[in-house]
């Protein structure tokens, strides 16, 4: 349900911006109140400003944690990146946003228009941020101009105020954008920031009554370059909620989006493509793929994304992989499976030949889906649902050595020069990944393959479907 209270869009005010950039779907108004209603409970505060002016140092420094990619490079930010800070009791949803270049016709920087935007339509309140060592330049004006039309209160943060003490003289310059009292900060040092959001904290709305928070089950989606990470997140929010572009190498940070469905509530984290490192060139892509390795860490499921057209390739094993071994729940999900041209046996031979080069995770469930036309949509949640269960899955040591009895007795326990491997009992250490300990009299006895049929026997019997096991044998008498 919506909060009346967070519904206070003027709808009698147009949306010149979207009317005059047409490059991409424009949200509807219902959709910019779902994102204030029911992705952000929390207030939302929009960063924004030209490009390079410190905006993603000052939402790390907010967030506490160093969420977005910092560089002096111009446009590392292209998406909206979420995070959250606490001031005064009160918790807040930060929203980093791409540099605000007005009349550029480059490709990419019209949709990091089209994102800032759309935070900035979303956004209880915004700061814009400016630079003192550049002074204030034609660009800040334009952006000022966006934000007063917007009809939401601006808060001007003067950052790069590194010393502390009386203000720049170039400071009092800022008061020309008409925003009101600037406020000095420093986003590497941290001065000046708790003014910042005391500022912030005077144009909040009322704090709705608390409400039950449902567990959030984190979904990172992981891939190559131009697998459809970014369509398929469109896709479920139904808005342009990541730049898309044929261009490999759009996506760089790792971009959070909660929604709400009738399967549950979710945090799609959508990553940057993961290449082979001899193909990454520039220091921003090992930032990129740094980050998408720590969204798998923070994950409670991967989608392992695999680009129908192209096939499975060396690549992608080598991200499966990181899933695998990091102990993640993952499915494996082919995307564009409506550009295949397929009779009724495509599917299953397709299977077949993931099902052999995955064969070091065949626990992982296989969906083929189309980010672009929502085909299997469903499916996928419902897989979603199921492995992460099955992740989470605790059985009891009596059950557990009930099926440990049966299963030795149907197949005996190997044996070396007369020495057979002796399983005492077993018992369930820990879950997400399920992790199980073997006492035994030699751990040298329990041989891979027999470790294989045990595995095997439990998932047989207690469905962990899309979860790794992992096993910890002790020989009797050894010390935790």
């Known amino acids: ?71 002096d490079t111009p446009g590392v930010t292209r998406d909206r990146i979420f995070g959250e800070c606490e001031w005064r009791n009160r918790k807040i949803s930060l929203v980093d946003t791409g540099g605000i270049e007005p009349y550029s016709e480059d490709i990419i920087l019209k949709q990091m228009r089209v994102q800032a935007q759309l935070a900035i339509d979303a956004a209880d309140v915004i700061v814009l941020v400016t630079d003192i060592k550049s002074g204030v330049v034609a660009t800040d004006h334009e952006v000022a101009s966006m934000l007063q039309k917007s009809g939401r209160p601006v808060v001007l943060c003067v950052n790069k105020c590194d010393k502390v003490g009386e203000p720049d003289p170039d400071f009092y310059e800022f008061y020309n954008l008409g925003l009101g009292d600037p406020i000095q900060v420093s986003s590497v040092h941290g001065h ?123 690549q992608d094993s080598k991200i499966a992989g990181l899933a695998h071994e990091s102990g993640k729940a993952s499915i494996i999900v082919v995307n564009k499976w409506d550009a295949v041209e397929k009779n009724t046996k495509t599917m299953d031979e397709y299977r077949k030949k993931l099902e052999n080069d995955f064969s070091f995770m065949s626990y992982a469930p296989m969906v083929f889906i189309s980010a672009k036309t929502g085909q299997r949509l469903d499916r996928l949640f419902e897989l979603i649902i199921t492995v992460v269960n099955s992740a989470a899955m605790r059985i009891t040591t009596g059950m557990l050595n009930d099926l440990l009895a049966e299963a030795t007795s149907r197949v005996q326990p190997p044996t070396d020069k007369g020495r057979r491997l002796k399983i005492l009992y077993m018992t369930q250490a820990s879950v997400k990944p399920p992790t199980f300990v073997f006492f035994v009299n030699s751990a040298e006895l329990f041989h891979f393959s027999y470790q294989r049929y045990l595995e095997n026997r439990i998932r047989e019997t207690f469905g962990m479907q899309g979860t790794p096991i992992r096993f910890i044998i002790r020989e009797r008498g050894e010390k935790k």
Not at 17 to 24: I, L, M, T, Y
Not at 249 to 271: A, P
Not at 279 to 294: G, L, Q, T
Request: charge should be neutral; include cysteine.
């Open 1 to 71: 349900m919506l909060h009346r209270k967070r519904l206070d869009f003027d709808i009698k005010k147009p949306f010149d911006f979207f009317h005059k950039n047409r490059e991409g779907a424009i949200p509807s108004l219902f959709l910019l109140l779902q994102i204030r209603g029911e992705i952000m409970a929390k207030p939302v505060v929009a960063i924004v400003g030209r490009p390079n002016v410190g905006k993603s140092t000052l939402f790390n420094k907010l967030v506490g944690d160093r969420i977005a990619i910092v560089n």
């Open 192 to 314: 000046g920031t708790g003014d910042l959001l005391d500022a912030v904290f005077e144009y909040l709305p009322e704090q709705p009554e608390n409400e039950e928070e449902s567990d959030i089950i984190s979904v990172a989606i992981i891939g190559r370059p131009n697998a459809g990470k970014s369509s398929l997140v469109n896709k479920i929010t139904g808005e342009e909620r990541c730049i898309v572009s044929n261009i490999a190498g759009t996506t760089r940070d790792s971009i959070d989006t909660e929604i709400k469905n009738k399967f549950g509530r979710f945090k799609l984290t959508d990553t940057a493509g993961i290449r082979r490192n001899s193909r990454i060139e520039d220091e921003i892509e090992k930032y990129s793929i740094i980050r998408a390795k720590m969204a798998i860490e923070r994950s409670d499921v991967c989608l392992i994304m695999i680009d129908a057209t192209v096939g499975f390739t060396e």
